[in-house]
């Protein structure tokens, strides 16, 4: 299993498409009337696929998972494209930090952040900070359904593609429960690979402390779980 796509819910993915294509410098590899996806190729890793689709209901309030952009020394270059596209600056109580926050156009949080050594080379996403009621557990969790290992950074737990390219999958401990029945408005999808079988998947997804999500969506090809706190993951069949 590999993650494959990070998907972003949108009122409009032909508003929020284009800025984030623009600012990241993706190549758009798909564009129909709900969905626009754009594709991220870190050098040295494999591609990594931003998806927006799009989805009646309004963000929450507090998300769970954000992008990281590269900034560093070009961090005020990439926070005045970023407005020039549409974005705004966003007051979250962050107080005095190295990092700048702001708001899409559609008011989902990201951050440009200053230098770091632990982020990679040849990605414009730096990271993927996601919430979690318990570091450890959900490590062992995303290790084995992501494919990616352990890496250093400034927070408790850390993945990274086996290259070490490409951004970080960040563990943060969470400040608040998942309220039942939140819809994450970002999520991961991982891709199965070569034989293997979409029921075992869930299988050690579950064994693992995750759950299967019930959904009224109708038949699909994948299966929806969420991680051991709550966090939405989408197990994609296997291309093969």
């Not at 990679?120 to 979690?132: E, F, I, R």
Request: glycine share 10%; hydrophobic share 40%.
């Amino acid at each position: 299993m590999q993650l494959e796509n990070v998907v972003l819910d949108a009122a409009d993915p032909h508003v929020l498409g284009p800025f984030w294509e623009s600012l990241i410098g993706g190549r758009r590899i798909t564009d129909e009337p709900d969905t626009v996806e754009v594709r991220l190729s870190p050098e040295g890793a494999p591609v990594l696929d931003l998806c927006l689709t799009t989805v009646p209901e309004r963000a929450p309030a507090q998300p769970r998972l954000h992008l990281d952009l590269l900034g560093g020394e070009a961090q005020e270059e990439v926070v005045v494209r970023a407005l020039a596209l549409g974005a705004r600056h966003l007051d979250i109580g962050q107080r005095d930090v190295p990092w700048v926050v702001l708001a899409d156009p559609e008011g989902n949080p990201f951050c440009v952040m200053e230098s770091r050594p632990e982020y990679g080379p040849g990605s414009q996403v730096a990271a993927l900070p996601l919430d979690s009621a318990d570091v450890e557990r959900d490590l062992v969790f995303w290790s084995a359904l992501s494919g990616w290992v352990p890496a250093s950074s400034a927070v408790p737990a850390a993945l990274r593609h086996p290259s070490g390219h490409g951004p970080l999958l960040e563990l943060c401990p969470q400040a608040r429960t998942k309220p039942a029945g939140e819809k994450n408005r970002l999520h991961l999808d991982v891709r199965l690979e070569g034989d293997e079988r979409l029921h075992e998947a869930v299988e050690q997804a579950l064994d693992l402390g995750g759950s299967l999500v019930e959904h009224g969506w109708g038949e699909l090809p994948w299966r929806v779980v969420t991680d051991p706190s709550g966090n939405e993951l989408c197990l994609l069949p296997s291309r093969g």
